[in-house]
């Protein structure tokens, strides 16, 4: 199971929305054991419960139950994130929707069902509705309502004279602050629902935005994709394991005893992290091995037998016939071949 994250820029946010409201963002800080120079990178990983605990703090500092809420519908996505840039440079709310899920780590990274979206549209219930998968979702029911928060803050900022949400179904019980969602969604909410979910109206499923230009779409686009692959590399131990493992190819044979003492971790434990990632030591060293190995015969800048060094074999032949298992081919018929 991943360890949850949440992007820096929307930590940044809390504190400043909250300083507007009185509370001394050096505290904030403090209690949740960040420094500034934490935070500097909008796009530097803050951990989950970090967030939670500062989200909380500032609660109890403004005496404001309803101030996850206020943020997400007060301050602009697209100021902290640059998924707030790929979306509205997207050209329709579906195409918005499909850039949301494709980056939505990016902004909070939460366990999402192994092969599920975070957001679903779908049609039920006489309506459209666009459908949060995020599990065990009363744990934080802050993101709960900052996820809501953020759609019906964009499109009234963007649509005032359009209504978007006509409805929310929250699973969390009602809290003290119900009321506020009232005020602030400006549309019915129904707690202990069995899912969390907000109806849209249909328009916006044909309705084109304004958008902006492909080239800035691409940019936007390229941006986010390089961050999604630090994140993913950061953050999954299968990443964490091929850096390692990466850097210590050529002493040869690698025991997944070494990389969990060198991770802090029994073997068993890396052994159930992986699991979890649909993912094994063995597949993933291979993996690794046929990678570089490639890379280094279609450069021709080595001999076979020095790309047998660098991968980790002591003798040619065992990795002349690893290289043929992988490719189909010897390290001599591939390497004429890229040619």
Same mark, same amino acid.
């Given at each position: 199971?991943? /360890?949850?994250? /949440? ?13 507007? @409201? ?11 054991? +960040?420094?500034? !120079? ?22 109890? +500092? ?7 809420? %206020? ?40 366990? /999402? ?19 949060? !998968? %995020? ?7 802050? +993101? ?21 949400? +006509?409805?929310?179904?929250? =699973? ?6 119900? $009321? ?5 969604? *400006? ?25 902006? =230009?492909?080239?800035?779409?691409? /940019?936007?686009?390229?941006? #986010?994709?390089?961050?999604?692959? @630090? ?6 131990? *299968? ?39 649909? #993912? ?8 690794? *091995?046929? *990678?570089? #190995? ?6 021709? @800048?080595?001999?076979? !037998?020095? =790309? ?20 189909? $081919? ?10």
């Amino acid at each position: 199971m991943r /360890v949850g994250s /949440v992007a820096a820029g929307f930590v940044q946010n809390f504190i400043d929305f909250a300083e507007l @409201k009185g509370v001394s963002g050096d505290v904030l800080l403090s209690n949740a054991g +960040l420094t500034p !120079n934490d935070l500097v990178d909008q796009d530097a990983r803050v951990p989950l419960d970090t967030y939670i605990k500062l989200v909380r703090d500032a609660v109890k +500092l403004t005496n404001d139950p309803a101030l996850p809420l %206020r943020v997400s519908t007060e301050t602009r996505i697209e100021n902290i994130s640059i998924v707030g840039l790929v979306i509205h440079s997207s050209k329709s709310m579906p195409d918005s929707m499909e850039q949301l899920n494709r980056y939505s780590k990016l902004m909070v990274e939460v366990d /999402v069902m192994s092969g599920e979206e975070r957001f679903s549209i779908i049609e039920d219930r006489g309506g459209i509705w666009i459908v949060d !998968n %995020r599990p065990n979702p009363n744990l934080y029911p802050e +993101l709960t309502e900052t996820s809501f928060g953020w759609f019906i803050g964009e499109f009234r900022r963007h649509f005032p004279d359009r209504s978007f949400g +006509l409805q929310i179904e929250v =699973t969390h019980k009602q809290p003290e602050h119900a $009321q506020s969602y009232d005020e602030i969604f *400006r549309i019915p909410t129904h707690f202990e629902a069995d899912r969390n979910a907000m109806e849209i109206d249909p328009i916006w499923l044909t309705t084109d935005f304004v958008a902006e =230009t492909s080239y800035v779409f691409g /940019v936007f686009a390229e941006r #986010a994709d390089a961050l999604m692959k @630090k994140l993913e590399t950061q953050t999954s131990m *299968r990443g964490r394991i091929e850096a390692y493992v990466m850097t210590n190819l050529h002493r040869g044979e690698i025991g997944i005893e070494e990389v969990a003492a060198e991770m802090g971790m029994s073997r068993q434990t890396l052994y159930r992290r992986l699991r979890d990632e649909d #993912a094994t030591f063995v597949k993933i060293h291979d993996e690794l *091995r046929h *990678r570089m #190995a490639v890379d280094y015969i279609s450069a021709r @800048k080595v001999s076979v !037998n020095q =790309t047998a060094y660098l991968v980790g074999f002591s003798e040619p032949s065992p990795f002349i016939r690893a290289f043929r298992r992988w490719t189909g $081919q010897t390290p001599a018929e591939y390497r004429l071949l890229a040619t």
